[in-house]
């Protein structure tokens, strides 16, 4: 599985401009990269798109976590599920529905309709890895906290906060992981000019993969693996404690 990886990154070095034949190690295609402008514009909204929507996600998704394990309420069942279809439904499903709904009230689009999307489906992943670290911790820290003379928020904010940050961030470099390399989504909900690095890279290898789409492809899974090495080692350090 890892072979055809480990071949992008040996002809993101290779010199030739046609990934055929092995003329000598180079690092012009990274330098290329870091020069191409529009490469650069769409990193940046790849970076606006995935930190304005994990942000929003992790709050979101957080204060539902709490909800649905904490608090009985009408159609609980219901809701838990509803929340979490965007873990199973396809991307493409996601994607087109939300095509219609904007089209259906005549929202145009752009850079905010694609961190809408993808706040749908970043908001069940932190939900899902908090409500894991939920149910690990003691109900009755809280109680506590209560009985001592905390309202609901100082035992919300000083106690089961602090319990829950590492699952928290955990959710959240996952869900960073995959709103940066979200395609589908972001090209159903993106306006006129606001490519995203995913759809720059889709555009450019129509007529054929370049040397510099490997070397970027190699940075875009270096980054990937390191900050989903990080998340699972947060939330297997959490769940050791």
């Known amino acids: 599985m890892y072979l055809p990886i480990l071949v992008l990154g040996f002809y993101s070095f290779n010199q030739s401009p046609y990934s055929a034949t092995w003329q000598g190690f180079t690092l012009d295609w990274y330098y290329k990269l870091f020069s191409d402008e529009r490469i650069l514009s769409a990193l940046k909204n790849s970076l606006i798109v995935a930190f304005c929507a994990v942000g929003i996600s992790a709050v979101l998704g957080t204060l539902m976590a709490v909800g649905l394990a904490r608090y009985q309420f009408l159609g609980k069942n219901l809701y838990r599920g509803i929340s979490y279809l965007p873990l199973?439904?396809?991307?493409?499903?996601?994607?087109?529905?939300?095509?219609?709904?904007?089209?259906?009230?005549?929202?145009?689009?752009?850079?905010?309709?694609?961190?809408?999307?993808?706040?749908?489906?970043?908001?069940?992943?932190?939900?899902?890895?908090?409500?894991?670290?939920?149910?690990?911790l003691d109900p009755h820290l809280e109680e506590a906290a209560l009985d001592l003379g905390a309202t609901p928020i100082q035992a919300f904010m000083q106690v089961l906060l602090p319990q829950l940050m590492p699952g928290i961030i955990a959710g959240c470099l996952l869900a960073f992981v995959l709103s940066l390399d979200d395609f589908l989504i972001a090209s159903?909900?993106?306006?006129?000019?606001?490519?995203?690095?995913?759809?720059?890279?889709?555009?450019?290898?129509?007529?054929?993969?370049?040397?510099?789409?490997?070397?970027?492809?190699?940075?875009?899974?270096?980054v990937s693996a390191i900050v989903a090495f990080i998340a699972e080692v947060i939330r297997a350090f959490d769940n050791n404690k």
Do not use: K
Not at 113 to 119: F, R
Not at 203 to 222: E, F, H, K
């Open 188 to 222: 159903f909900t993106s306006g006129s000019g606001y490519n995203t690095l995913p759809i720059e890279i889709f555009s450019r290898i129509r007529t054929g993969v370049q040397p510099d789409m490997n070397a970027l492809s190699v940075i875009l899974i270096t």
């Open 88 to 136: 199973i439904i396809p991307d493409i499903a996601i994607a087109v529905a939300t095509l219609v709904f904007l089209a259906a009230f005549a929202i145009p689009l752009s850079l905010w309709t694609i961190i809408a999307a993808h706040i749908v489906f970043c908001l069940a992943y932190i939900a899902v890895v908090v409500s894991s670290r939920l149910n690990n």
